[in-house]
């Protein structure tokens, strides 16, 4: 669904150029449910923007679907927006209109695309539980039922990707978990891939996969798997399930570059440069020896 190789964006103003992005790299697969992690100034709302066709990448490749995003034209791009990508912001002002009722607010992108399906409105806000409020007004709803609305709305044109930027950094921890669950259901019942950037840890850890962004690069990446497997014995189970867990991975480009994380480096004492060795079996990385003497 996506693929980024060697992404760059550079700011520059009259006096200042600011690189978001120094050549990151990404794939996420057709299906997948996702999070992309980082400090503040990472490059992580930059990636997000570029991938909902908000902004334009300076370098580097961009494919989501069929889509280059580096190449494509003003008319594509309000197309890409309308029928593959869907955004959910963590400012609810952003997704919804208060003057219009839950349904009213679904119905108006697909008003704009001239493909208005009241069924299908209708069933997008049973899916995200609010079957009993469609027909409320915004400020007779909760933030939490609020940005339900704008999941539902962000489904309205039948989407293949859903990017949700922060979608649960301003409700409870109850409403977390809420949104949390609709994610899931969407994902395995409608196939949208999604793809979450957040800070909450405890949520990028109930997604299979975490992307982090360092400095504009992708950094590590965590993977989620059961430690009770046993080699050619299958899953074990027990009465509270798979017990699943998220491993980290360093991550290496296609020419062979990684990026070790810094704590590594610390203890190491390693700064701009380092010895590497290989044994057979492993890849041993130590402070360079001193040339002196």
Wanted: aromatic share 4%.
């Amino acid at each position: 669904m996506i693929s980024c190789e060697g992404l760059v964006k550079i700011y520059k103003s009259d006096d200042l150029e600011v690189v978001a992005l120094q050549g990151l790299n990404l794939r996420v697969e057709d299906g997948e449910l996702m999070a992309i992690i980082g400090n503040s100034g990472s490059g992580k709302s930059t990636l997000l923007n570029i991938l909902g066709g908000l902004d334009r990448p300076s370098a580097g490749s961009v494919q989501v679907g069929p889509w280059d995003l580096l190449k494509i034209s003003e008319d594509e791009l309000v197309k890409y927006k309308r029928e593959t990508v869907g955004f959910i912001w963590q400012n609810n002002a952003r997704n919804l209109l208060p003057y219009l009722t839950a349904l009213e607010n679904v119905e108006m992108p697909m008003m704009l695309s001239g493909k208005v399906d009241r069924a299908y409105a209708k069933q997008l806000l049973e899916w995200v539980g609010l079957k009993e409020r469609m027909h409320n007004k915004l400020h007779q709803l909760s933030g939490g039922e609020q940005q339900r609305v704008a999941i539902a709305i962000s489904l309205c044109n039948r989407p293949k990707l859903l990017l949700a930027d922060e979608p649960t950094g301003s409700v409870d921890t109850a409403t977390s978990d809420l949104i949390m669950g609709i994610f899931r259901k969407l994902n395995k019942e409608i196939g949208v891939t999604i793809v979450i950037v957040t800070h909450d840890l405890t949520l990028a850890g109930k997604v299979d996969r975490v992307v982090a962004i360092r400095d504009g690069l992708t950094s590590t990446e965590f993977l989620k798997r059961n430690p009770n497997m046993i080699p050619g014995g299958g899953e074990q189970q027990d009465e509270k399930g798979l017990q699943a867990v998220h491993e980290a991975y360093v991550v290496v480009d296609r020419v062979g570059r990684l990026q070790v994380p810094k704590e590594y480096l610390s203890a190491l004492n390693i700064k701009d440069k380092a010895s590497m060795e290989f044994d057979g079996e492993r890849i041993i990385i130590t402070p360079p020896k001193s040339l002196g003497g």
